[in-house]
């Protein structure tokens, strides 16, 4: 069964203190993997889409990464700003449309 | 640009009542439209999915029923609310060809009461 798990579920940090989220993922074959913001009671805002082990896209502090189990968010220096709920999914080769979440990291930073 | 609306933005409903919620999409032609839910401690549960008028996919058997009666518009409805039904309700778009993300609206908060 297809299954995206983020980890860890809630974290905590200093401004300016980075450190990275995890998504791991077991597909049976990997069509793309995406990244979501989410502020409290708004819909998602798209961030990345990665397709292959090795990939890396950047956005300001934040940089995705992914290899063939898992991929990575790491965001450098954080702002206040940058607390919301990050969230990642993964679109499978047989289903052109279906992606499947993962339940979340919520970040918080605190100046 | 395109602007992806959802509406109402909030619903308290009793169990037992109809319910109807609206997508719309704008600055885009043919998009295929997304229902999503989510549930408190959950991920987004993919509800259905067009790629075109009249075209609905289910993916979860329930309550819920899914209408896409004009290009830009989704429909979520339901005959008869129960209280598993509360939640956040998301529409998104996607282009036909070309790219994969998906983009969300501003959802619709719905509670059975």
């Known amino acids: 069964e297809d299954q995206v798990t983020q980890s860890p579920e809630a974290l905590r940090l200093q401004e300016g203190e980075s450190s990275s989220l995890n998504c791991s993922y077991t597909v049976s074959g990997l069509r793309g993997l995406f990244w979501y913001r989410q502020d409290p009671g708004k819909g998602p805002e798209f961030l990345f889409t990665l397709y292959s082990a090795g990939e890396e896209k950047e956005k300001e502090r934040l940089k995705a990464t992914l290899t063939k189990k898992e991929s990575f968010l790491h965001i450098t220096a954080p702002k206040p700003e940058d607390s919301a709920t990050y969230l990642c999914?993964?679109?499978?080769?047989?289903?052109?449309?279906?992606?499947?979440f993962g339940t979340g990291t919520r970040l918080q930073v605190f100046p | 640009s395109q602007t992806i609306h959802q509406w109402p933005a909030t619903l308290v409903q009793p169990v037992g009542s109809p319910l109807s919620l609206e997508c719309t999409v704008e600055?885009?032609?043919?998009?295929?439209l997304y229902w999503y839910r989510q549930a408190a401690g959950r991920g987004l549960q993919l509800l259905f999915y067009s790629v075109g008028i009249g075209q609905i996919s289910s993916e979860v058997p329930q309550n819920l029923s899914a209408s896409r009666p004009q290009d830009r518009q989704f429909i979520l409805s339901s005959k008869k609310l129960l209280l598993s039904d509360s939640g956040f309700y998301l529409c998104?778009?996607?282009?036909?060809?070309?790219?994969?993300?998906?983009?969300f609206g501003p959802g619709t908060r719905l509670t059975v009461l």
């Open positions: 999914a993964v679109q499978a080769n047989y289903n052109t449309d279906k992606l499947i």
């Open positions: 998104a778009w996607k282009r036909l060809a070309g790219v994969d993300e998906q983009f």
């Open positions: 600055g885009t032609s043919n998009p295929n």
